[in-house]
């Protein structure tokens, strides 16, 4: 019987992000490290990224894409899910259980995520528009009524509902975004929720590989 192929995922050649691990490869590298599964990445420059034949893997021209086999798919939550679904260790095996971890992934794409690109639209696009200052700290209350939410129905668990799970995965991937804000740290539970995430060895793992590509990319010093 022939080996299953191993997954080839896209990711920046040359991310935004400086090796932050927030581009959204990290919760596909992440998600495949959790279950064991060995992958391989393609590497896409920002022009490639609007090529015909990276559309026909992403209609949007973005990354991650995710190919296994005939099976090709697009947007960071919709890959996390199909790894989750094929491997053990991501969703529950008691159905509610698992029901319950996939409305996590949807709330945290669908929910959370929103407001904090919200902050990063505002502050990369609109920092030069003459109503940025007022709008600014509306944005920012949007957030902190999503984390105040999110924190109290957090409360002292280590995740969010029972064992670690593809929701937790999402929603700590989503989380990261705000490191930098000082937003998260108004939160001490979802602030050390994160910690217990960036501290799995699945995610260690994950990040450094997202960060050598950074740094493989990098001039010599001195140059």
């Excluded at 022939?2 to 998600?31: C, K, N, Q, Y």
């Amino acid at each position: 019987m022939p080996l299953p192929p191993t997954p080839v995922i896209t990711a920046f050649e040359r991310s935004p992000d400086r090796g932050r691990g927030l581009a959204r490869d990290m919760r596909v590298r992440w998600a495949l490290e959790e279950v064991g599964q060995a992958y391989e990445v393609r590497l896409v420059s920002f022009d490639a990224m609007k090529e015909p034949a990276h559309r026909a893997l992403h209609p949007f021209g973005q990354i991650p894409t995710y190919e296994e086999g005939a099976l090709v798919l697009f947007e960071s939550g919709a890959i996390v899910f199909q790894i989750a679904e094929r491997h053990a260790g991501l969703l529950p095996d008691d159905a509610n259980a698992r029901a319950r971890a996939i409305t996590w992934m949807f709330a945290a794409l669908n929910t959370v995520e929103p407001p904090i690109l919200d902050l990063q639209t505002a502050r990369f696009l609109e920092g030069d528009k003459t109503w940025y200052d007022e709008r600014l700290p509306l944005v920012k209350d949007r957030i902190r009524d999503r984390l105040g939410e999110l924190s109290d129905r957090l409360g002292n668990a280590d995740w969010l509902d029972g064992p670690f799970s593809a929701g937790d995965l999402i929603m700590v991937s989503v989380l990261l975004r705000l490191k930098a804000s000082g937003l998260l740290d108004e939160y001490p539970n979802l602030a050390a929720y994160v910690a217990r995430g960036e501290a799995r060895p699945a995610y260690k793992r994950a990040f450094a590989a997202q960060l050598a590509v950074f740094v493989a990319g990098q001039p010599p010093a001195g140059s």
